[in-house]
């Protein structure tokens, strides 16, 4: 896992302690598949937000539906903004 | 100063259960409860205006007085679902309804779910300034009239109910006082809950974003004009938006469950009534020294105050 997985994945866990995020193939299932409700991963997103001063705008909500998915999501902001992870 | 002397509420007999729209909006029973905390939401009939819904409201806080209340020289409304079409004015309809003298101010405030705080910090001011003797400060906002049956985001969540809170200038020491006030607003993100062409329309992730961020900084700044920290206060009573966001600010406000009540299942969110329909059920326990009140949403607007005891 590389560290902005690792941090992901720690969100996920504080956010529900029982999600199914053990191996690395669970980063490419659905939220909804390893127990985070769209509640659930409405949180993890804004903490996401918090921990790397960036905004993920409503317009890509739908799109980030795995871990793996907004953790891309997330290099690429960093990436754009000329900022490490 | 003006104390909060006691609490009527009316929560109308009318109920739908979320459990029985599952199917429709495809939810689990433990979403229901674990996340919206809304078992079931309460509806008004079709012939109750908001003014009738008030004074219901009226009549419960009757039930609670041990001893009579003096001429009401101040009635006011928050409500953004007034009588008809808002003229007249549905505190000056609350007013006749009671019976109430002509020498009476009423006047109504439009806010939503920061209404409630907002009201306080008026009727405090307006009472004092005035040298006021009785307010009664009213919270019905409906909003059966303007949900859509199909829109998931709202409604699951939003009951009706009113409340009504009598103040008065504190007769002994131990009266409930709200000494300190923060109010914010973010009227460009407002779009996020509004009334769209007769229909409420909210993002929830927008308010839930703001509601988790926001509102724990200004309880935080609330606290610390106070001289206070989050172990000197014995309960904080949050608006009812949803059990999930209730939760999240009691995390990230590092307060135990105990100090952070729910009351959201039987009714629902019932807008600026939340927080009084909440505090009634504290009034009277001695045990309680300091309580801080806040409400979020509509605006975005979120205001907090510190209740203490007065000496």
């Known amino acids: ?85 | 100063m003006i104390a909060i002397r006691a609490i009527g509420a009316y929560v109308p007999g009318g109920r739908e259960s979320n459990f029985a729209k599952k199917q429709m909006f495809a939810l689990d029973d433990e979403f229901i409860a674990e996340k919206l905390g809304v078992h079931q939401v309460s509806r008004k009939s079709a012939e109750e205006e908001t003014s009738d819904l008030c004074v219901k409201a009226f009549l419960d806080l009757k039930t609670r007085l041990t001893r009579s209340v003096s001429e009401i020289d101040c009635v006011v409304v928050c409500t953004q679902n007034p009588d008809g079409h808002g003229i007249p004015h549905t505190s000056a309809i609350v007013q006749g309804k009671l019976g109430l003298s002509d020498d009476c101010a009423c006047f109504d405030l439009s806010l939503g779910c920061s209404g409630y705080v907002y009201g306080l910090s008026v009727m405090k001011s307006f009472m004092q300034v005035n040298d006021l003797s009785t307010g009664l400060f009213f919270t019905a906002d409906p909003y059966s009239k303007i949900l859509d049956p199909q829109d998931k985001n709202t409604v699951l969540l939003f009951g009706d109910a009113a409340a009504v809170t009598l103040l008065e200038p504190a007769a002994r020491p131990g009266a409930w006082v709200a000494p300190l006030f923060r109010f914010c607003t973010r009227g460009k993100d407002g779009g996020a809950l509004e009334n769209r062409n007769g229909a409420l329309r909210m993002n929830g992730r927008a308010v839930f974003n703001f509601s988790a961020t926001d509102v724990p900084i200004q309880i935080r700044a609330l606290l610390q004009e106070a001289g206070l920290g989050v172990n000197d206060i014995d309960l904080f009573l949050l608006h009812q938006g949803s059990k999930f966001i209730v939760d999240q600010l009691r995390k990230r406000l590092d307060v135990p469950s105990d100090r952070v009540p729910i009351n959201l299942a039987g009714q629902g969110n019932t807008v600026s009534s939340s927080l009084p329909l909440l505090l009634r059920d504290y009034l009277d326990d001695p045990q309680l020294r300091r309580i801080v009140l806040s409400g979020f949403g509509v605006g975005l607007s979120w205001a907090s105050c510190l209740l203490t005891r007065s000496t």
């Open chain 1, 1 to 85: 896992m590389t560290p902005l997985q690792d941090v992901i994945v720690k969100i996920v866990l504080e956010e529900n302690a029982s999600a199914a995020v053990d191996a690395d193939a669970d980063l490419d299932r659905a939220f909804s598949d390893i127990g985070i409700d769209s509640l659930g991963a409405m949180a993890v997103m804004l903490k996401v937000m918090e921990r790397y001063d960036i905004k993920i705008p409503d317009s890509e909500v739908d799109k980030l539906r795995t871990p793996n998915l907004l953790a891309r999501f997330v290099e690429g902001e960093l990436t754009r903004l000329g900022r490490s992870t």
